[in-house]
């Protein structure tokens, strides 16, 4: 089950809200997000148990993108309610189908280093779901103290593998100093938001531990037409916006980590961007993002050529054709989109929220 309903709005103005970053070629490997994400998943799993999950705007994107996946396997969601219901949904039609399905859920917008070693690990978390009851983190070794990542702590190891642990505690986004403790210690995991489950016991834990769905489940979960994929139940638009770590996870008895082997990073900010080249650079990831490259003054293009005198620790993105000369800048994003230029501090969040309601968002300069 792929997520890929996100606005992507921390990369504006790549991604933007008629065009998020899922369906961009971000990294320049000539297939998008969501693209790379399929192809993942097709390499071990058959391509009529593949699901995907995204907003009703973007169905012509999705179907353009992804013309081999059949429409009753891509859930249209008519309004953003977080990643719990989606899940719900999904969970619900799947194991209608077949309700002995597990499932991996897993965002579409997500750099994977180490495809044969994914494989083997999700595989792994399959495997464990099929035979014990529990909701399974897929975590991954924090390789930084980053403070834009959710972080697991893990608790006593499992019984059925050393890479298994329960779930001691979920942390989000912790500032610096914390973030750093959490890499030294190493008790804790980054939370990289693909979750294993089987589909009955994510079913029973929802109306156990979820009130606000209860009265809605069985809409939700009956075995009718509301159960597809084509249209939404009518109780979607009215469920509350809530993610699935903090309106389940941290409710349900049964639940794990698994310590991972592959490489990971979350596209989400353009800080978090340049960190991850940057530890390419240094040899601390398992192999390069394609076409971001990282300079010896800590200076990133992202599919993009530049040139750098006297700068440091700036992100270039641009448009293919254009180059950067850029002198004199420390710490800046310089990207540009569909005619809109951003030149702002890459680690000031606020400045480019104030800089998208400036340029209306996606309306300025269509």
């Known amino acids: 089950m792929i997520l890929a309903g996100g606005v992507g709005s921390r990369l504006w103005p790549v991604s933007r809200e008629q065009c998020p ?10 297939r998008t997000l969501i693209q790379q994400t399929y192809d993942r998943f097709a390499r071990f799993i058959a391509p009529e148990n593949i699901f995907i999950s995204t907003q009703v705007d973007y169905l012509p994107l999705l179907q353009e993108q992804l013309p081999q996946v059949p429409r009753h396997q891509i859930f249209a969601e008519p309004v953003r309610r977080g990643t719990l219901a989606p899940v719900t949904w999904a969970t619900s039609a799947i194991a209608n189908l077949c309700p002995e399905a597990c499932i991996v859920v897993s965002p579409a917008d997500q750099q994977i280093y180490g495809t044969d070693l994914f494989e083997r690990d999700v595989l792994h978390a399959l495997t464990i779901a099929s035979s014990n009851e529990g909701i399974i983190t897929l975590g ?12 697991v702590q893990l608790g006593e190891p499992g019984k059925r593998s050393s890479d298994i642990f329960h779930i001691k505690a979920f942390t989000e986004k912790p500032n610096r100093e914390f973030a750093q403790v959490f890499m030294e210690s190493g008790e804790f995991m980054w939370n990289t938001g693909a979750f294993v489950f089987g589909a009955l016991y994510m079913n029973e834990n929802i109306v156990k531990h979820v009130p606000e769905y209860r009265a809605d ?30 309106a389940l996870l941290e409710h349900t008895v049964h639940r794990y980590v698994q310590r991972c082997h592959f490489g990971w990073a979350d596209l989400g900010t353009w800080e978090s961007i340049a960190l991850d080249a940057a530890l390419h650079e240094r040899g601390n990831t398992p192999q390069p993002p394609t076409d971001i490259h990282s300079d ?14 006297n700068a440091t620790n700036n992100i270039v993105r641009l448009p293919s054709g254009h180059i950067a000369a850029i002198s004199g800048l420390d710490n800046f994003v310089i990207t540009e989109e569909d ?4 030149i702002c501090p890459k680690d000031d969040a606020a400045a480019m929220r104030r800089l998208q309601t400036l340029a209306h968002l996606d309306t300025f300069g269509e």
């Open 339 to 342: 005619g809109v230029l951003m």
């Open 140 to 151: 991954v070794p924090p390789t930084r103290p980053e403070t834009a990542y959710g972080y």
């Open 296 to 309: 010896g003054r800590q200076n990133t293009t992202i599919h993009s050529e530049a040139l750098f005198d």
């Open 21 to 30: 970053k899922q369906f961009i070629d971000f990294t320049g490997t000539g």
């Open 217 to 246: 489940f069985p809409e939700l979960v009956n075995l009718g037409a509301t159960a597809t994929t084509d249209t939404a139940p009518q109780c979607y638009r009215s469920l509350p916006n809530l993610s699935l770590e903090y």
